[in-house]
């Protein structure tokens, strides 16, 4: 008897610790307006997911258009970005590349678990992801958030949504950048109001990519200069402000910056891309 106390005291304690830590880590905990979820595989597409308001964007990707992933691997049929994820054994492309041509932050990523080239067009009508694919494909999505994923694309799902679709056989970064700009915009990052400056030292066009993130996001990106020092080990954010808002967390928390404080005299926030300009190199 008293075996299974322990071993049942043992679960609740385990159980307690593994749900502090989903609800610690949960996107959907920590950020109510927009979360972007990409479900790559024989259909690939980005939900910008709207909890405030209930509008949903679907973005389409074709598995045959060309995609340039960050990171100096030059361009990728979208069918084949799995397989590259698969040899470099870096998940974190996904977020970097459809981050970069979508113009927003990607906060989780689905993908089949086997790695698979896909050719053939995707036809079927059905867009929004399996119950197979939310909870059993490979992701950076805890325990908690493939919960509300299922709840929200495949019990609820959103009775507002647009579909932004692709031509098949050419994208433009800057064209869909043009074209959408606003529709993923964070009401929270509108009403912070808060200006950004990107320092660089080399890579001028990782420095612009970055900035049409940001700006996607409904950010201000109001200088991009040249940084005169040499390149840091790591990237940071720094600020002036009294305290550290959710503007300067979740720019910090995306790209994985260092948060300092320090004064800002031509805006809010200064973003020091050092090892970012590797990282997200791209050609020129």
């Given at each position: 008897?008293?075996?299974y106390?322990?071993?049942f005291?043992?679960?609740?304690?385990w159980?307690?610790i593994?749900?502090?830590?989903?609800?610690?880590?949960s996107v959907f905990?920590?950020?109510?307006?927009r979360i972007?979820i990409l479900f790559?595989?024989k259909?690939t597409?980005v939900?910008?997911?709207?909890?405030a308001?209930?509008?949903?964007?679907?973005?389409?990707y074709?598995?045959?258009?060309?995609?340039e992933?960050?990171g100096?691997?030059?361009?990728?049929?979208v069918?084949?970005?799995?397989?590259l994820?698969?040899?470099?054994?870096?998940p974190?492309i996904?977020?970097?590349?459809?981050s970069?041509?979508?113009s927003?932050?990607?906060?989780l990523y689905?993908?089949?678990k086997?790695?698979e080239i896909y050719?053939?067009?995707?036809?079927e009508k059905?867009l929004?992801?399996?119950?197979?694919?939310?909870?059993?494909?490979?992701?950076n999505?805890?325990?908690l958030?493939?919960?509300f994923?299922?709840?929200?694309l495949f019990?609820?799902?959103p009775s507002?949504?647009?579909l932004?679709?692709?031509?098949e056989k050419?994208?433009?970064r800057?064209?869909?950048?043009?074209v959408n700009q606003?529709?993923f915009?964070k009401k929270?990052?509108?009403e912070e109001n808060l200006?950004?400056?990107?320092l660089?030292?080399k890579k001028?066009?990782?420095?612009d990519?970055?900035?049409?993130?940001?700006e996607?996001?409904g950010l201000?990106v109001?200088?991009?200069?040249?940084?005169k020092?040499d390149?840091q080990k790591?990237?940071?954010?720094f600020?002036?402000s009294?305290?550290?808002n959710?503007?300067?967390f979740?720019?910090?928390s995306f790209?994985?910056?260092?948060?300092?404080k320090k004064e800002?005299?031509?805006?809010?926030?200064?973003i020091?891309?050092g090892?970012?300009?590797k990282?997200?190199?791209?050609?020129?």
């Amino acid at each position: 008897m008293r075996g299974y106390k322990l071993v049942f005291f043992i679960f609740i304690f385990w159980f307690i610790i593994f749900l502090i830590s989903n609800l610690k880590n949960s996107v959907f905990i920590s950020k109510k307006e927009r979360i972007n979820i990409l479900f790559y595989g024989k259909k690939t597409v980005v939900f910008s997911l709207g909890l405030a308001n209930n509008l949903t964007y679907l973005i389409v990707y074709p598995v045959n258009i060309y995609l340039e992933i960050p990171g100096g691997y030059g361009f990728y049929r979208v069918g084949g970005i799995g397989k590259l994820v698969g040899l470099e054994k870096r998940p974190d492309i996904f977020k970097k590349t459809f981050s970069s041509n979508s113009s927003l932050f990607l906060d989780l990523y689905f993908y089949p678990k086997k790695e698979e080239i896909y050719y053939k067009e995707f036809k079927e009508k059905n867009l929004w992801p399996s119950f197979w694919e939310i909870f059993f494909n490979s992701s950076n999505a805890n325990f908690l958030d493939r919960v509300f994923c299922f709840y929200y694309l495949f019990l609820k799902r959103p009775s507002v949504y647009k579909l932004i679709e692709i031509d098949e056989k050419k994208f433009d970064r800057e064209i869909f950048f043009k074209v959408n700009q606003g529709l993923f915009y964070k009401k929270i990052y509108r009403e912070e109001n808060l200006t950004i400056q990107i320092l660089y030292n080399k890579k001028y066009k990782v420095a612009d990519l970055l900035s049409k993130i940001l700006e996607g996001e409904g950010l201000r990106v109001v200088d991009i200069s040249k940084k005169k020092s040499d390149i840091q080990k790591g990237c940071f954010v720094f600020y002036s402000s009294k305290k550290q808002n959710k503007t300067v967390f979740d720019v910090a928390s995306f790209f994985n910056c260092v948060i300092k404080k320090k004064e800002t005299p031509i805006s809010d926030i200064i973003i020091e891309l050092g090892s970012l300009e590797k990282d997200w190199e791209i050609e020129d």
